[in-house]
């Protein structure tokens, strides 16, 4: 049996199949971690910095990092990640929510969420009458159980995982959405899912999906927090390893190319045709070729060039360019382009954000209310969420902001006023 559980440090096999012969695929230099800002007493202190570097393995066609941070150093207890607080992501949770339901997890069902949040998933799992409970290891827990959603403060353990079930049975369902990437233990939540559910009960989990990280060039995707980067095949074999069966697999646009896969408690249980035609598409696609990674490596190059001479140019002309919204992955965009914050003075957020006052680690940019957005004259509006591009530039521009707005990836585009 393969260790899934990864040792921090330099990774030297791939994190699924435990081949040795990995292929690099692009090194974005030693960064911060990207949810780790700084207060204004930090940013004369020393600051940690780790190797943030993609490699792939060419067997089951996983993308990984080479080097593991201590998840208790990732997700430390001030994490200032709430899923909430985002409208996309809520519509997007309901839809879940409705999903599951189709699972046959409705009224009366037990549905557990691994790194849960603030409860947004679980809090629509419960309204449509499943009881629920959630698994969190940051302070997020605290405002999950304000809003009504029990929660426990934890990693999801094997040990948890019976304690659960000797308190509250064996649960129906197992959700991990934008999670399953982000463990290092992943052979301890694989354990752990085995222990937790019942035969036949679904594990459903979302995570960022390789084919379109490479074909929008999503160099921003890759951070200390997403150890791995799946291909559905490295996914299968993962589940195949433990009792579990891949039944049905989709990509969603959530984040810019999501995967959702569902796997069921026990073997030979019969998949829907879809999985074999996103196989089969992954082939297709060349992703087990070098040549696709090739091209991600030129299209991040350009883009990362084409955002950097914008800024620079902005600043001989005496424009001002700023960031809008301050999502994790901004951190590898603004860090690996080299933009400081006296080429983008601010970057604005939403005024229920838990990262207001707070300073981006490595440039050290401000993050301040986005209210001055519409007070403050800027030339240039950067959106740092550009995957959320459309509902972000009708909201600012119905509040009155007649900046130039503009998507740094895929391509660099600006919209006029």
Not at 55 to 62: F, I, M, N, S, W
Request: hydrophobic share 40%; glycine share 10%.
């Amino acid at each position: 049996m393969i260790d899934h559980d990864v040792k921090i440090g330099p990774i030297r096999r791939c994190q699924v199949c435990g081949s040795d012969s990995l292929d690099p695929v692009i090194d974005l230099g030693h960064q911060p971690l990207c949810d780790s800002l700084l207060t204004a007493e930090q940013l004369d202190g020393p600051e940690p910095t780790f190797p943030l570097r993609l490699v792939r393995c060419p067997v089951c066609g996983l993308g990984q990092l080479d080097y593991a941070v201590d998840g208790s150093v990732v997700y430390h207890p001030a994490y200032p990640y709430r899923s909430g607080i985002t409208r996309e992501v809520v519509q997007h949770m309901e839809g879940l929510a409705d999903f599951v339901v189709g699972l046959g997890v409705g009224a009366g069902a037990f549905a557990v969420d691994i790194g849960s949040n603030d409860g947004t998933l679980l809090g629509a799992i419960k309204r449509r009458g499943a009881r629920v409970l959630g698994v969190e290891p940051t302070n997020i827990a605290q405002i999950a159980r304000a809003a009504g959603v029990e929660t426990v403060q934890s990693l999801f353990t094997e040990k948890l995982a019976r304690d659960i079930v000797k308190e509250h049975g064996h649960a129906d369902l197992l959700t991990a959405t934008n999670m399953f990437a982000h463990m290092t233990m992943l052979g301890e939540v694989m354990r752990a899912a085995e222990a937790l559910l019942r035969d036949g009960g679904a594990f459903v989990i979302e995570a960022h999906y390789l084919i379109e990280i490479l074909r929008k060039g999503q160099y921003d995707s890759i951070y200390h927090e997403h150890l791995r980067s799946y291909s559905l095949k490295s996914l299968c074999m993962l589940f195949s390893m433990y009792d579990f069966t891949v039944v049905d697999a989709e990509v969603m646009d959530r984040y810019s190319g999501t995967l959702r896969l569902t796997a069921r408690k026990g073997n030979g249980h019969a998949a829907q045709a879809r999985v074999g035609e996103l196989l089969d598409a992954e082939i297709r696609f060349g992703l087990f070729e070098p040549k696709i990674y090739r091209d991600f490596v030129d299209r991040v190059q350009r883009a990362r060039a084409d955002l950097l001479g914008l800024a620079l140019d902005s600043w001989r002309r005496g424009l001002r360019l700023v960031g809008n919204s301050c999502p994790g992955r901004c951190s590898t965009l603004i860090n690996y382009t080299g933009i400081d914050r006296s080429l983008m003075p601010y970057i604005y957020e939403q005024p229920t954000s838990l990262k207001l006052g707070m300073y981006l680690p490595g440039k050290h940019i401000p993050i301040v209310n986005n209210a001055r957005l519409t007070e403050e004259k800027s030339d240039y509006v950067v959106l740092l969420a550009w995957h959320y591009a459309e509902p972000i530039m009708a909201e600012l521009r119905g509040r009155g902001v007649k900046a130039k707005l503009v998507i740094p990836l895929p391509e660099l585009r600006i919209v006029e006023p």
